[in-house]
């Protein structure tokens, strides 16, 4: 039997960042930080870090201010994006955002 719907289900992707499954929250515990995030794009462009840290600075800044001027994103292969509902908080907006992906090419060829 698959996770319950609810609020408080989580999304957990895994390493080879094409395909995903759904768990409940208290199991998904990883978090990407901005960071690891550089260095994975340092370790897989072999870019200099200085380089991959401006860039993805500016892209992460972009990113944030397109969503929340609630405009829908394209941006294969991470997926279509759009703010399916906001919330002001004290602290910040919270943005609620879909992404609906395309199924990973191992999965399509064996469709």
Same mark, same amino acid.
């Given at each position: 039997?698959? #996770?319950?719907?609810?609020?408080?289900?989580? +999304?957990? *992707?895994?390493?080879?960042?094409? /395909?995903?499954?759904?768990?409940?929250? #208290?199991?998904? /515990?990883?978090?990407?930080?901005?960071?690891?995030? +550089?260095?994975?794009?340092?370790?897989?462009?072999?870019?200099?870090?200085?380089? *991959?840290?401006? *860039?993805?600075?500016?892209?992460?800044?972009?990113?944030?201010?397109?969503?929340?001027?609630?405009? /829908?994103?394209?941006? #294969? #292969?991470?997926?279509?994006?759009?703010?399916?509902?906001?919330?002001?908080?004290?602290?910040?907006?919270?943005?609620? *955002?879909? +992404?609906?992906?395309?199924?990973?090419? /191992?999965?399509?060829?064996?469709?």
């Amino acid at each position: 039997m698959g #996770p319950r719907p609810g609020k408080n289900r989580a +999304i957990t *992707v895994q390493e080879d960042c094409m /395909t995903a499954e759904t768990t409940e929250a #208290p199991e998904a /515990t990883l978090v990407l930080r901005k960071k690891e995030f +550089i260095d994975r794009v340092v370790a897989r462009s072999g870019a200099k870090r200085g380089d *991959v840290r401006q *860039v993805a600075e500016a892209l992460l800044q972009e990113l944030g201010a397109a969503l929340a001027a609630n405009e /829908t994103l394209a941006l #294969p #292969p991470l997926g279509k994006l759009r703010v399916t509902r906001t919330q002001e908080r004290e602290g910040g907006d919270t943005l609620v *955002v879909k +992404i609906r992906r395309a199924k990973a090419e /191992t999965e399509a060829s064996e469709a």
